[in-house]
């Protein structure tokens, strides 16, 4: 099957005609995944801004990262959702565009980058300056952020590119 | 009473017939790409705040010493802030008629001032004496009063900014 004949199928369900045809939702919806997106930039802002040296130094990037993890995986979870409801409604709108497609390429990369840099810091026995790369933590701290950065740019040229 | 020697929205119109807003309006990608800037900006406004909020409600995946994360996250909140009023200013004046009647538009504003004055007050009250409850927990009454307020205030300014372009006159 076609991407084609996929979005045409999706765009005739029950489910995507009630949330384009429902005035509210798609607006409500895109809000919520507008907060989503501030949740993941927050998360990321801190524990990227950390691991590059340049923001709460006082403190262990373990701590820092112990505390700001949960909050990424949640607002990634409700960024997925969200997202998932705009492209049940919008099948066309998404699935056939291209900035769609780079979108989802960078929030894996950026989803890729969160499991393999973030989650082996909370071993407690994880030192950073003797991990596996640690030549690599800061550059690719500083990725991440740029990676996060690039997903709103091209969430909002959906709406543009066609 | 006065003549009326314009109309009521003379000033819009002046606005809107503006060297920048004829600009960004005439241009296919400078909205866009304004508009981005902006989505970008508020997002960073609202998951530093969230931050700051989640702290003063006392949620505890958040202990930090208060006082020494809000003086982490204060720069970015404020330069995150100047910055999507700097662009949300430009969006305005391309279309500065439209906007000024949009009820969405007028609102998100009102909360912004709302939540501006929130933040005054938090930090003329429980601010102030922060060095006493700076690493305890649940945190004072006044804090969390503030915390809570000023999530809400953003959420409900993320919500009303969306509503402008599914409304009158911009939908």
């Known amino acids: 099957m076609s991407l084609q004949s996929f979005a045409s199928h999706l765009y005739g369900t029950p489910i995507s005609t009630a949330i384009r045809e429902t005035s509210w939702i798609i607006p409500a919806v895109q809000s919520v995944h507008i907060i989503a997106i501030a949740g993941v930039v927050g998360a990321a802002i801190v524990m990227d801004l950390r691991l590059a040296g340049v923001l709460a130094t006082d403190e262990t990037p373990r701590a820092v990262v112990k505390r700001h993890l949960p909050w990424m995986w949640s607002s990634l979870a409700l960024l997925l959702t969200s997202g998932?409801?705009?492209?049940?409604?919008?099948?066309?709108?998404?699935?056939?565009?291209?900035?769609?497609?780079?979108?989802?390429?960078?929030?894996?990369?950026?989803?890729?980058?969160?499991?393999?840099?973030?989650?082996?810091?909370?071993?407690?026995?994880?030192?950073?300056?003797?991990?596996?790369?640690?030549?690599?933590?800061?550059?690719?701290?500083?990725?991440?952020?740029?990676?996060?950065?690039?997903?709103?740019?091209?969430?909002?040229?959906?709406?543009?590119?066609? | 009473m006065m003549p009326d020697s314009a109309p009521p929205n003379a000033l819009m119109q002046m606005l809107y017939e503006s060297t920048i807003g004829t600009t960004i309006r005439e241009s296919a990608t400078l909205f866009p790409w304004i508009e981005s800037v902006h989505v970008l900006m508020i997002a960073a406004v609202v998951g530093t705040i969230a931050i700051v909020d989640l702290r003063l409600i006392g949620v505890a995946s958040h202990l930090r010493g208060a006082r020494q994360l809000i003086l982490d996250m204060l720069?970015?909140?404020?330069?995150?802030?100047?910055?999507?009023?700097?662009?949300?200013?430009?969006?305005?004046?391309?279309?500065?008629?439209?906007?000024?009647?949009?009820?969405?538009?007028?609102?998100?504003?009102?909360?912004?001032?709302?939540?501006?004055?929130?933040?005054?007050?938090?930090?003329?009250?429980?601010?102030?004496?922060?060095?006493?409850?700076?690493?305890?927990?649940?945190?004072?009454?006044?804090?969390?009063?503030?915390?809570?307020?000023?999530?809400?205030?953003?959420?409900?300014?993320?919500?009303?900014?969306?509503?402008?372009?599914?409304?009158?006159?911009?939908?």
């Open chain 1, 84 to 162: 998932f409801v705009l492209g049940l409604g919008e099948p066309y709108r998404v699935l056939m565009n291209a900035v769609f497609w780079v979108k989802m390429a960078m929030v894996v990369t950026g989803f890729t980058l969160t499991l393999l840099f973030r989650y082996p810091i909370l071993h407690p026995d994880y030192r950073i300056e003797h991990a596996r790369a640690a030549a690599l933590i800061k550059p690719l701290a500083w990725a991440s952020l740029a990676i996060w950065v690039v997903v709103v740019f091209c969430g909002r040229w959906i709406a543009y590119y066609q």
């Open chain 2, 75 to 171: 720069p970015f909140t404020w330069v995150a802030f100047v910055l999507a009023v700097i662009s949300g200013t430009l969006l305005f004046l391309s279309n500065a008629t439209g906007y000024f009647q949009s009820m969405p538009f007028r609102f998100k504003l009102l909360t912004i001032l709302i939540a501006g004055i929130n933040m005054a007050i938090f930090h003329i009250t429980a601010y102030r004496k922060i060095g006493d409850w700076d690493d305890q927990l649940p945190t004072p009454r006044a804090a969390r009063i503030a915390g809570f307020s000023s999530l809400t205030l953003w959420l409900v300014i993320v919500f009303l900014g969306r509503w402008i372009g599914y409304s009158y006159p911009l939908a």
